[in-house]
């Protein structure tokens, strides 16, 4: 079955089904490892803490998946959805700023495992140009449109400080890569069609600060 889609449906997926979609794949990556053959929308909601109604709909986005009564076909439904994720080929990435976070995601084993090969990386640093880092050689960053094009690097993972960032950015997007991950914490400015995720770590400790702060607070503490 050809779940492809075409520029209109994709326009209709919002951001948090494909989040979804991410939770399913993990959740029957699970269910293949304790050795289940079928798994019903209930059991996949339930792992999830979503409604079986929740599950059948974002799932429906994509085209027709299991029997009705039966459930759906672990591997296949597995297999299908990292069809739907773009996992199921090899990603050429490359990674720009090898400090203390780039060094961590070199050596994040589960890139590998979903598809995402890191088989560049540069730095400004001179003592780490030319360096062999995890197995691959430390680029100057001088030459970063040049080696992006050559390796036909598909996505980047810029993790930069922010005063830099967009300098940088600028150059992969005249390399004529589509896919940009940023750890830097700054608002990029790229085309329309290129795409950028942002990873700010602060801001995601912020949101467990505040539900910390909320959770613990006296009741009625801010009212007026």
Do not use: C
């Not at 948090?16 to 269910?31: G, K, W």
């Not at 598809?115 to 990386?121: A, P, Q």
Request: hydrophobic share 40%.
């Amino acid at each position: 079955m050809d779940i492809s889609l075409g520029p209109t449906a994709r326009k209709r997926i919002s951001e948090s089904t494909i989040h979804r979609i991410s939770l399913y794949y993990r959740a029957l990556s699970f269910l293949e490892k304790e050795n289940f053959e079928t798994v019903s929308s209930k059991e996949l909601a339930r792992r999830e803490k979503l409604t079986p109604a929740q599950v059948r709909k974002d799932l429906s986005f994509f085209g027709s998946f299991g029997t009705r009564g039966l459930g759906y076909p672990v591997a296949e439904l597995k297999a299908k959805v990292s069809k739907i994720l773009g996992i199921d080929r090899v990603w050429r990435v490359a990674l720009v700023g090898v400090g203390n976070i780039g060094s961590a995601l070199v050596s994040y084993k589960e890139f590998i495992k979903q598809g995402f090969h890191i088989v560049k990386l540069f730095d400004n640093d001179q003592r780490k140009i030319g360096s062999n880092h995890k197995g691959i050689i430390v680029s100057d960053i001088k030459n970063l449109r040049t080696e992006l094009q050559e390796g036909h690097i598909e996505m980047v993972v810029v993790a930069v400080p922010a005063t830099v960032a967009q300098y940088i950015v600028d150059d992969i997007v005249k390399a004529d890569v589509k896919a940009i991950l940023n750890f830097a914490p700054i608002n990029l400015k790229v085309p329309p069609d290129v795409h950028v995720r942002n990873e700010n770590m602060a801001m995601e400790l912020e949101y467990l600060s505040f539900a910390m702060v909320n959770d613990h607070a006296p009741k009625g503490a801010g009212k007026v």
